[in-house]
């Protein structure tokens, strides 16, 4: 005779009740303050993010803002002097020469040359900086020192601005993306000594000899982010490629 088994019993419903442990008061606020730390730390991760990104942007707007208006600056103010009829400038056996119209560069600090001790060692003087310049150069290569051929650059209300012969003052940086705090144009000239070139002794001391003035303008431009945040300054160094011929052998 085949024994029966009898099938397992079920537990009672009280033993499973003992085996199924929920979460205590305590646990649950232990995990959700470790959620809150951990939610906090993402959010500041990601908000130093952000900010990091803004002020990048920002100082790449500024510098780029910076360099376009320096590099408008720095290529006109290289052409000071320019003059289409320079050859008029040169003597000839039927004629004398003509004084160039466009060679001054009218800076309230440009150096006076320095006394000399000798008639043959260039001598350079430096000027303070100035936030004014005016100059001139022939566009239109006419020979001539026309109206619109007087250019300025200056600094006004926290913007560059250029005016072109009588027009009015242009801005040249835009106050709506960045605040210039500061321009100036510091001028440095050395004078070439050209009394060997003369026919007849020429002395210096008292005689307006010949000399030829090689000028360098130093430009440095300063500005900020409209909420102050970025501040840069460029500087560049023009050479005027047109040295101005100052004085005479008689």
Same mark, same amino acid.
């Given at each position: 005779?085949?024994?029966?088994?009898?099938?397992?019993?079920?537990?009672?419903?009280?033993?499973?009740?003992?085996?199924?442990?929920?979460?205590?008061?305590?646990? +649950?606020?232990?995990?959700? %303050?470790?959620?809150?730390?951990?939610? /906090?730390? $993402? =959010?500041? &991760?990601?908000? #130093?993010?952000?900010?990091?990104?803004?002020?990048?942007?920002?100082?790449?707007?500024?510098?780029?803002?910076?360099?376009?208006?320096?590099? +408008?600056?720095?290529?006109? %103010?290289?052409?000071?002097?320019?003059? /289409?009829? $320079? =050859?008029? &400038?040169?003597? #000839?056996?039927?004629?004398?020469?003509?004084?160039?119209?466009?060679?001054?560069?009218?800076?309230?600090?440009?150096?006076?040359?320095?006394?000399?001790?000798?008639?043959? %060692?260039?001598?350079?003087?430096?000027?303070?900086? $100035?936030?004014?310049?005016?100059?001139?150069?022939?566009?239109?290569?006419?020979?001539?020192?026309?109206?619109?051929?007087?250019?300025?650059?200056?600094?006004?209300?926290?913007?560059?601005?250029?005016?072109?012969?009588?027009?009015?003052?242009?801005?040249?940086?835009?106050?709506?993306?960045?605040?210039?705090?500061?321009?100036?144009?510091?001028?440095?000239?050395?004078?070439?000594?050209?009394?060997?070139?003369?026919?007849?002794?020429?002395?210096?001391?008292?005689?307006?000899?010949?000399?030829?003035?090689?000028?360098?303008?130093?430009?440095?431009?300063?500005?900020?982010?409209?909420?102050?945040?970025?501040?840069?300054?460029?500087?560049?160094?023009?050479?005027?490629?047109?040295?101005?011929?100052?004085?005479?052998?008689?």
């Amino acid at each position: 005779m085949l024994n029966s088994v009898s099938p397992a019993r079920a537990a009672p419903p009280s033993s499973r009740r003992s085996r199924q442990h929920g979460l205590s008061l305590v646990e +649950l606020l232990v995990g959700a %303050t470790i959620g809150l730390f951990v939610m /906090g730390a $993402a =959010v500041l &991760g990601i908000t #130093t993010s952000l900010r990091e990104n803004r002020l990048l942007l920002l100082e790449a707007r500024l510098q780029q803002d910076l360099r376009a208006a320096m590099d +408008l600056i720095t290529r006109d %103010t290289r052409h000071a002097g320019y003059w /289409g009829s $320079a =050859v008029r &400038g040169v003597p #000839t056996a039927t004629s004398s020469a003509t004084a160039n119209p466009h060679i001054a560069i009218d800076l309230s600090t440009m150096p006076d040359r320095p006394n000399r001790v000798d008639s043959t %060692t260039p001598v350079s003087a430096t000027g303070n900086a $100035a936030s004014l310049i005016t100059y001139r150069w022939d566009r239109n290569a006419n020979g001539d020192l026309d109206a619109n051929e007087a250019y300025q650059f200056r600094l006004d209300s926290n913007k560059i601005q250029m005016q072109i012969g009588s027009g009015g003052w242009q801005d040249v940086t835009d106050p709506g993306s960045m605040v210039v705090t500061s321009f100036s144009i510091t001028p440095r000239v050395t004078w070439l000594p050209l009394y060997d070139k003369c026919t007849t002794t020429c002395n210096p001391v008292s005689q307006n000899c010949p000399e030829l003035a090689i000028r360098t303008l130093t430009f440095q431009l300063s500005a900020r982010s409209l909420d102050s945040s970025v501040q840069r300054t460029l500087r560049s160094d023009v050479r005027v490629r047109n040295d101005a011929l100052q004085g005479s052998c008689s």
